[in-house]
């Protein structure tokens, strides 16, 4: 998987007008009252996380034009178009993954690159884990947040071309005055007033290390 290092050495100055950006982006779906002191901090570490990831794809989108090709003029207008929205990530404040992600979701994914490093045609988990999908939209967007005690869930989607399409939660516990990624889940149902059992991250992980049985 290869995410712990993508993201545990990126440091630069944050990218505030992005950080509004999205903000605003995410109030703008919500009609709900303002959000809690908890609630927005909670938010905010939500969407620096996912900036960064962003950024870290802005070459995957731009790269590989397909200009000069056989592509159709709408694909190439597309590809140009998905490349200029996640160009906007390019200076977005990167995070270092071991302040932003528990010990124990960190313990985890290091598990998971040493049992994929051991067969190189081992895909492992063969998708971003972060967001929930192996061709990532060029936005994504903590769309709700929900604080219960020192436990937040971010609802996030990823969105392209105006349409919604990747969905995530991740769940952030708190410590003190700050937050820290505790889980991913991909599958969201509050009906029931918490995410269904054995369909996150970390789950997964221990599937795929044979720590619990499929």
């Known amino acids: 998987m290869g995410t712990v290092l993508d993201m545990a050495a990126c440091k630069s100055k944050p990218h505030a007008a992005l950080s509004e950006q999205k903000s ?3 109030h ?8 809690s002191p908890d609630e927005k901090s909670c938010r905010v570490l939500a969407q620096r996380f996912y900036d960064c990831r962003v950024s870290l794809n802005v070459d995957m989108f731009c790269s590989n034009s397909l200009k000069g090709s056989r592509a159709s003029e709408e694909a ?3 590809q140009e178009e ?7 990530y390019r200076n977005a404040e990167k995070l270092n993954l071991n302040k932003v992600l528990s010990q124990k979701l960190l313990h985890y994914q290091q598990r998971e690159d040493a049992v994929q490093a051991k067969d ?3 895909p492992g988990l063969d998708f971003d884990p972060y967001l929930n999908t192996q061709d990532p939209s060029p936005r994504f967007v903590v769309d709700d947040v929900r604080v219960d005690g020192n436990r937040c869930d971010a609802i996030v989607h990823g969105y392209d071309e105006g349409k919604q399409r990747e969905e995530v ?7 003190g005055n700050s937050w820290v990624i505790e889980n991913f889940h991909y599958k969201i149902d509050y009906n029931d007033g918490k995410p269904p059992q054995n369909d996150d991250l970390i789950h997964m992980i221990r599937e795929y290390i044979r720590e619990v049985k499929q």
């Open 82 to 88: 998905e490349c200029r929205i996640a160009s906007l």
């Open 120 to 122: 190189p045609e081992d």
């Open 169 to 175: 939660m991740p769940e952030l516990s708190k410590a």
């Open 76 to 78: 190439i207008k597309a």
């Open 24 to 26: 605003s982006q995410a």
């Open 28 to 35: 703008s779906v919500n009609s709900k009252a303002p959000d």
